[in-house]
């Protein structure tokens, strides 16, 4: 048996040896500078990759630490599917019951069982970006929509299905609750998470142009599943917030995404890879976005988009809701050419159902 | 009762009612589902309740409850301190393991009636400065303001440290964070720019008990002096029911020397006794015994009590006419003196007070409790240092760098237990100004550096936007074309609430700051 004083002397040296070993390893490390303004944003050729990959390299208080603690976790579990043979790469459906136009649009793409296995693990992720208003005001996802996406995600077998966002400003907390989604949710079955800060994980960012790594929400990496179901919105500062930016959520640090926002939203989505995508435009808002709070901003559109691939169904959504071209949005301009997705809709297969 | 279960009855109230109050206050995170008024402990507090209606010439009426407190001071005289106090409480735990006996400081008992009587010719001049010493303000400012932001750090950082390499403890932590957070843990974590100074000050009231024991309630505590004046007329006091030996054993255990035994017999001063019950648990003979008694003022022994059959009682020491004299002196010259400094002539510019606050004779109704800063979610409200002058110590400000003013949230106004920040209706409350947004050309992103930003713009929360954006063609210094929009702050509309200045992305000082309020008449 060790002694008190004994067991207290061994935890004292344990615990010096760790921390001084840690103190040395950060030392070690190039002190962290200000966070670095990128380069001007200048077009990338999609052939300079690699030698893009090379030149932008900016030193960022993340990598010090990814590099310093924790082995980044490498990539996401969950991934979109390639297009199923005979079924479409992007379903839109028409119509004003948002449940009904749920399950229409995931049947358009070959049906929930396509994406989820009995005994999944699922997170959706809806956008719930801020405490102040109300689903009608648009500025945060339909809950009837991910109330149905749940129930579809259960009847076809998952173990558990979660939902969780961050949003930017209120608490998560108030935010679950104003968004009208925590109660649809929990009615159905499905489990609202909050998103704790010691649970996001150091992510390395390898073919990132801009975006070299960040911490990002480990669930979402572990996940077998992930649905991503932001709503149609205008946005200050990239014009439109959809599926690529919606996941701005699950990173903590947004601070150093905004810094070069288009290139960066690109360069998340080439580790968040969610296995299925649902563009919410039963309501959108158009204008003085992502917070609204003015109905006369609110445009009924009882539309939703769904598709694997990100950049068609964000290309898609800003021809129909927004009458703006894909290539005007410069992070789905640059999401296609780093090769994320695609927008050429002519050779896409695209199904369109009302009900 | 036995002496001894009397004794163990105080001890178990103390405990409950210390942890009811830390109750309420952790409560206090989970916003306003509370049966409970999360300010109970203010509301009967006579010292803040009736200091800030003299200060704000105003009936308050929630703290009116304050006089079920005056009425249980004139039964049962300072038995607040020794069964209720949660400050008491916890003098009475942290202590040296030897009392001291010996009343070392006589004259220091009359320190705590003076700052009584300052705290209140203060307030009648409409200053509430000194109701920092108040120990619910003070227990409750290190509380929000110090101990649970150093509490959050310890688990936040606990959890991420042990997460990924003690797997057993990962659903442990899960259920902390999905059930504790936001409603028994802050929603996020804050920084206080005082909480040194607070927990040095908590820490300096505990130590004080090493000198002697409960320093702060024998000599300073303003709120122990308002219940000692009480005392002296309550029914409730120890008295030796019958003639003793004169041993002492009393003496040596009383907590504030309230017990003299001499030659002549044993004597009890009723506004230092705090009900303890040790000296009845403690005596040898079974003689002393916690009666209801009709007060006698006059200075009782044992020996004359019986002849008399009066309580033993003697009165402490009273504030003479030149105390109370000097006092008000020293509470004009004070308070003027606090007037003659700049933040009287013109507001600080980073004077950002909780919304309504500002003209609402915030500083004569602010109690500085801290139930505003403990409740804000984004932990933006901070006690100020000299933002208000001396004059505004420790009342809430907004340090928009470290929070922001959030447009769904009105929950200060609806735990200010004096109405000194104004219970606004949500809609109400989002429209109220408290400061005005400017941005500094020289070093906005877009404005200074040709790159694109406008987080601020986004962020705001006013429905229509009170940052416009202005598109410009710029050709960069290294000569490449680029495309930016120019945030303009439209000051008409700026709320003041300050999400713009938390989050923007420029290192050191933002780039967009909120001023205080500043509104210009409409353009004719």
């Given amino acids: 048996m060790l002694s008190r004083r004994e067991f207290i002397r061994r935890s004292i040296l344990y615990a010096l040896t760790i921390s001084g070993g840690n103190a040395l390893a950060g030392c070690s490390q190039p002190a962290p500078t200000a966070t670095q303004l990128p380069p001007t944003a200048t077009p990338f050729p999609p052939t300079a990759l690699a030698r893009a990959t090379a030149t932008l390299a900016p030193t960022t208080a993340a990598t010090r630490v990814a590099n310093a603690t924790v082995t980044p976790v490498p990539a996401m579990t969950a991934t979109p599917l390639a297009p199923i043979a005979g079924e479409p790469h992007l379903a839109v459906a028409h119509g004003t019951s948002p449940a009904a136009l749920t399950r229409a649009v995931v049947d358009a793409l070959g049906g929930i069982s396509k994406f989820v296995k009995a005994g999944n693990d699922v997170i959706i992720k809806p956008n719930m970006c801020n405490a102040q208003n109300g689903p009608e005001y648009a500025s945060t996802t339909n809950p009837e929509v991910v109330a149905e996406l749940v129930k579809m995600c259960l009847e076809a077998g998952a173990k558990r299905v979660r939902v969780m966002d961050s949003p930017f400003s209120g608490t998560a907390v108030i935010a679950y609750v104003k968004s009208g989604i925590r109660e649809a949710v929990e009615k159905v079955g499905g489990q609202m998470e909050l998103m704790a800060s010691n649970k996001h994980v150091p992510v390395d960012f390898p073919n990132g142009r801009s975006l070299k790594s960040g911490k990002v929400y480990q669930d979402i990496l572990k996940a077998d599943v992930v649905i991503n179901v932001p709503i149609a919105k205008h946005h200050g500062s990239a014009q439109l917030t959809l599926a690529m930016k919606g996941l701005m959520g699950v990173v903590q640090d947004r601070n150093s995404i905004h810094l070069a926002l288009d290139q960066r939203i690109a360069d998340l989505n080439t580790v968040i890879k969610p296995t299925l995508n649902i563009i919410d435009g039963v309501r959108v808002l158009m204008n003085h976005g992502p917070t609204g709070g003015n109905l006369r901003d609110v445009k009924m559109a009882n539309t939703l988009l769904a598709s694997c691939d990100p950049v068609a169904a964000d290309a898609y959504a800003t021809q129909l809701f927004f009458d703006k071209k894909p290539q005007d949005i410069d992070y789905i301009k640059i999401a296609a050419e780093m090769g994320l997705g695609r927008y050429d809709f002519s050779n896409l297969r695209i199904r369109e159902v009302t009900v | ?524």
């Avoid at chain 2, 150093?150 to 950082?157: E, F, K, P, Q, W």
């Avoid at chain 2, 041993?247 to 044993?266: E, H, L, N, Q, Y």
């Avoid at chain 2, 505003?372 to 760098?401: A, D, H, M, N, Y």
């Avoid at chain 2, 954006?469 to 509309?493: A, C, F, N, T």
């Fill in chain 2, 1 to 524: 009762m036995t002496a001894t279960r009397w004794r163990r009855a105080r001890q178990i109230i103390q405990i409950i009612s210390t942890a009811f109050f830390f109750l309420l206050a952790f409560l206090t995170y989970r916003g306003l589902e509370s049966p409970i008024p999360l300010d109970l402990y203010f509301r009967i507090d006579p010292l803040a309740a009736f200091g800030a209606m003299i200060a704000s010439r105003a009936i308050i009426v929630a703290m009116l409850l304050a006089l079920a407190a005056v009425g249980f001071g004139f039964v049962f005289g300072r038995a607040w301190c020794g069964w209720l106090c949660p400050l008491g409480a916890l003098l009475d735990w942290i202590s040296p393991r030897a009392w001291h006996v010996a009343e070392a400081h006589k004259n220091w008992k009359i320190v705590k009636y003076v700052l009584l009587l300052v705290v209140f010719f203060a307030a009648w001049l409409g200053n509430l400065s000194l109701m920092v010493l108040d120990p619910i303000t003070l227990l409750n400012r290190t509380f929000s303001s110090a101990a649970m932001p150093t509490l959050n750090v310890i688990v936040v950082s606990g959890e991420t440290a042990l997460y990924p390499i003690v797997p057993p403890l990962q659903p442990l932590f899960d259920w902390i964070e999905q059930n504790w957070r936001g409603t028994i843990l802050p929603a996020q974590q804050t920084f206080y720019q005082l909480g040194w100074m607070l927990a040095l000050v908590f820490v300096g009231v505990v130590a004080l008990n090493w000198i002697v024991p409960r320093f702060w309630c024998r000599y300073l505590c303003p709120l122990g002096a308002v219940y000692a004046w009480q005392a002296k007329i309550s029914f409730l006091r120890p008295r030796a029911v019958k003639d003793c030996s004169h041993c002492a054993a009393c003496m040596r255990v009383c907590p504030t020397s309230a017990i003299a035994v001499t030659k002549d017999g044993f004597t009890v001063d009723p506004a230092e006794c705090v009900v303890c019950m040790d000296c009845v648990t403690e005596c040898p003979e079974s003689v002393i015994a916690i009666n209801f008694q009709i007060a006698d003022r006059r200075p009782q022994t044992a020996d004359n009590a019986k002849a008399s059959g009066q309580p033993s009682a003697v009165c402490g020491r009273v504030v003479s006419r030149r105390h109370f004299i000097g006092s008000a002196l020293a509470s004009i010259g004070a308070v003027a003196l606090f007037r003659s400094a700049p933040a009287a002539a013109r507001d600080d510019p980073w004077l950002i007070r909780p919304p309504g606050a500002r003209d609402n004779s915030f500083l004569a109704k602010c109690i500085r409790c801290a139930e505003c800063v403990k409740i804000c979610p984004t932990g933006v409200l901070q006690p100020s240092l000299f933002e208000s002058g001396l004059e505004g110590f420790w009342t809430p400000i907004l340090t928009t760098r470290l929070g922001y003013c959030d447009y769904s949230c009105n929950a200060c106004g609806q735990v200010c237990p004096t109405g000194a920040i104004p219970l606004l209706a949500l809609d109400e409350k989002r429209q109220r100004v408290i400061g005005t947004a400017y941005i500094d050309q020289n070093r906005c992103i877009p404005w200074a550096s040709y790159r694109p930003c406008v987080v601020c713009e986004e962020m705001c929360p006013v429905p229509d936007k009170a940052i416009k954006l202005e598109p410009v063609d710029l050709i960069s210094p290294d000569g490449k074309k680029v495309h930016v929009q120019r945030p303009r702050v439209v000051p008409d509309m700026c709320i003041g609430c300050g999400i713009c200045e938390y989050k923007c992305p420029l290192t050191a000082s933002a780039a967009i700051r909120v001023y205080a309020p500043m509104a210009l008449p409409p353009i004719m």
